[in-house]
């Protein structure tokens, strides 16, 4: 996989600054250009997508489809919500890794369930901004 999509969902844009405690005190700009360093030691790309608004999370993948090899998405709190988040994910034929910084399922009782898990390529949990590595991992060595 050589072009890959990192894409955040809502309040991700406050990282190092909200709950340090749960999530750490990097911020998303450490994790793109760590991540983008990462794709390029494999000959890829990376570009990155950030929004508070369900609709333009919608839009952006409906765009990203075909467009790359895989989507790294953190859907932040819509994965418990987002029924529309999981018919566009379902809709494209780009795979995407759901990605959590923290581990949900220690979490809130209402955050162990994801509506969207079940039509992504696979769901990386609980290992901080490692999660975002592993997944971009899953899709550079996958091949």
């Known amino acids: ?6 894409m955040n969902g809502p309040n991700i844009n406050l990282l190092g600054k909200r ?6 005190e990097f ?7 760590e991540l983008s360093e990462l794709v390029h030691k494999y000959g890829g790309e990376l570009e990155s997508f950030q929004s508070n608004h369900e609709g333009e999370l919608i839009d952006c993948l409906h765009q990203a489809n075909g467009c790359y090899d895989g989507i790294l998405f953190n859907p932040a709190a819509y994965t418990h919500t987002s029924i529309a988040l ?7 034929d780009t795979p995407v890794i759901e990605v959590h910084i923290s ?3 220690q979490r809130e009782a209402f ?8 039509v992504c390529y696979g769901q990386i ?3 901080g901004k490692n999660s975002y590595r592993l997944a971009a991992l899953a ?5």
């Open 1 to 6: 996989m050589n072009r890959l999509l990192l």
């Open 27 to 33: 911020t998303l700009q450490s994790i793109e250009e």
């Open 86 to 92: 999981r018919d566009a994910i379902a809709a494209i």
């Open 125 to 127: 949990v609980g290992f």
């Open 103 to 105: 581990n949900v399922h």
């Open 111 to 118: 955050r162990h369930q994801s509506l969207l898990a079940a």
């Open 19 to 24: 709950e340090k405690d749960v999530y750490g």
């Open 139 to 143: 899709f550079l060595e996958s091949k």
